[in-house]
């Protein structure tokens, strides 16, 4: 799964990486521990161009009666999401892109439970997958919300989890966003893992764990108690 990440960038740089020419965000300041129900940015086609907007994490279907559902969905299977009532139309249809430097997973170890952030090798900016809906509650208000898509583990995350976030490769972006894509077997493709050899994966700070906490010291390298063993 993937309950945690990082965007730790200005806005300015999100804007040039996407080509995004105007927003209506008002302001953006890094984040270190992006956690579910926050609103969170993220980058759709409009048919003509992208636009940067924010979501709620936490995808709400058009016909769900209580948009608590939306702590149920906070990712969804690529291998089954194009059967799933909540998000085969989203995945036609209503697909975003939600930008990350990082991530965050939990590892089983001898000495309980250590947060490991996944990060690119250049540490630059990636997409995750995403798809978007819009619910409106029967007093007229109006919440967008996304989910992330998840896939099967490459070698580097396998040990740590059994589900990683889709990352999409640069040159799909646009593919992905193309709303005139309908096909679930021209986007398939792209829901694979992410090269192993491309990502590095590394230790840090158990406060990661809570989401009152979220400075830049979330991201430093942490020195587990494995590694003071084995020294």
């Given at each position: 799964?993937?309950?945690?990440y990082?965007?730790t960038?200005t ?11 105007e927003?209506t ?9 992006v956690?579910?129900?926050q609103?969170?940015?993220?980058i759709?086609n409009?048919?003509?161009s992208?636009?940067?907007g924010?979501l709620?994490?936490g995808?709400i279907?058009?016909?769900?009666d ?6 149920q969905?906070l990712?969804?299977?690529?291998e089954?999401?194009?059967s799933?009532?909540?998000f085969?139309n989203p995945?036609?249809?209503k697909?975003?892109?939600i930008p990350a ?12 439970k250590?947060?490991?952030r996944?990060v ?15 619910w409106i509650?029967?007093?007229g208000?109006?919440?967008n ?6 896939t099967t ?8 989890h059994?589900?990683m976030?889709v990352i999409?490769r640069?040159?799909d ?6 709303r005139s894509v ?16 491309e990502?590095?994966a590394?230790?840090?700070?158990p406060?990661?764990?809570s989401?009152?906490?979220d400075?830049?010291?979330l991201?430093?390298?942490y ?6 063993e084995?020294w």
């Amino acid at each position: 799964m993937c309950g945690r990440y990082t965007l730790t960038v200005t806005l300015e740089e999100l804007m040039v990486r996407y080509m995004i020419e105007e927003t209506t965000v008002p302001f953006h300041r890094p984040k270190y521990n992006v956690a579910p129900s926050q609103q969170v940015l993220a980058i759709i086609n409009d048919g003509q161009s992208n636009r940067l907007g924010e979501l709620k994490w936490g995808l709400i279907p058009p016909w769900a009666d209580d948009p608590k559902i939306g702590f149920q969905m906070l990712n969804a299977r690529s291998e089954t999401a194009a059967s799933k009532p909540a998000f085969q139309n989203p995945l036609r249809r209503k697909r975003c892109i939600i930008p990350a430097d990082g991530f965050y997973e939990w590892k089983t170890t001898a000495n309980g439970k250590q947060p490991m952030r996944i990060v690119l090798k250049s540490r630059a900016l990636f997409s995750l997958a995403g798809l978007y809906e819009s619910w409106i509650s029967p007093e007229g208000s109006k919440i967008n919300s996304c989910t992330i898509l998840t896939t099967t583990p490459n070698e580097l995350i396998a040990p740590i989890h059994d589900r990683m976030p889709v990352i999409l490769r640069p040159e799909d972006e646009q593919l992905w966003l193309n709303r005139s894509v309908t096909e679930i077997d021209a986007l398939s493709p792209l829901l694979r893992p992410y090269h192993a050899d491309e990502l590095d994966a590394y230790a840090v700070s158990p406060a990661v764990g809570s989401v009152r906490n979220d400075d830049c010291s979330l991201i430093d390298s942490y020195t587990t108690d494995e590694q003071l063993e084995l020294w």
